[in-house]
């Protein structure tokens, strides 16, 4: 039996409450499909949805106001960890320390993105850019590989699932 389950990640590393809420609005609003705990893998993914996810994690960005010009803004991100995580230092600070780490790799990151053939044959001009999208997959996977302990489910699952994104690099990329 699969227990490698990487779209579960969430279960995982918890968020504050109220962390869905933003993911769901924008999920409704683009179309896109939100993992649930009974769904197999990400590679079972179209194009169609990763592409779906672009626009989604644009909504999620543009709803926190963390884009200027098509770029992130740090100094928004910060204030947004800031105020809304005060009474959290641990959530602000994993969650910053992941959004630094991202940024830095954005351009790149995006370039390799976008020169993936499957993407490069889907790509038109009326999809969204992955801009949004390549920096929220970088910061899930971070702060799921830096999960403070206080947040972690200790589950076999959980367990499996790190030790499994640990060895693939790439695994989450999708998310």
Avoid at 10 to 27: F, I, M, R, T
Avoid at 36 to 63: I, L, P, Q
Avoid at 94 to 107: G, N, P, R, T, Y
């Amino acid at each position: 039996m699969e227990r490698i389950h990487e779209d579960h990640i969430h279960y995982c590393c918890k968020h504050p409450d109220g962390h869905n809420d933003v993911s769901e609005l924008c999920a409704q609003k683009t179309n896109f499909k939100l993992p649930s705990k009974t769904e197999e893998a990400m590679e079972d993914n179209t194009v169609d949805a990763v592409m779906t996810g672009n626009c989604w994690a644009k909504c999620v960005f543009d709803h926190y106001k963390f884009l200027v010009n098509d770029t992130l803004d740090m100094l928004a991100v910060r204030s947004h960890y800031k105020s809304v995580h005060r009474l959290d230092p641990e959530y602000e600070t994993e969650m910053l320390a992941a959004f630094d780490e991202c940024h830095s790799k954005a351009v790149e990151a995006t370039s390799v993105f976008l020169s993936m053939p499957i993407v490069r044959a889907f790509s038109s001009a009326n999809v969204c850019k992955p801009l949004s999208s390549v920096i929220l997959s970088c910061v899930i996977q971070t702060f799921f590989h830096n999960c403070p302990r206080s947040r972690w489910s200790n589950t076999t699952e959980c367990l499996e699932t790190l030790a499994f994104s640990k060895r693939c690099k790439d695994v989450l990329t999708t998310m």
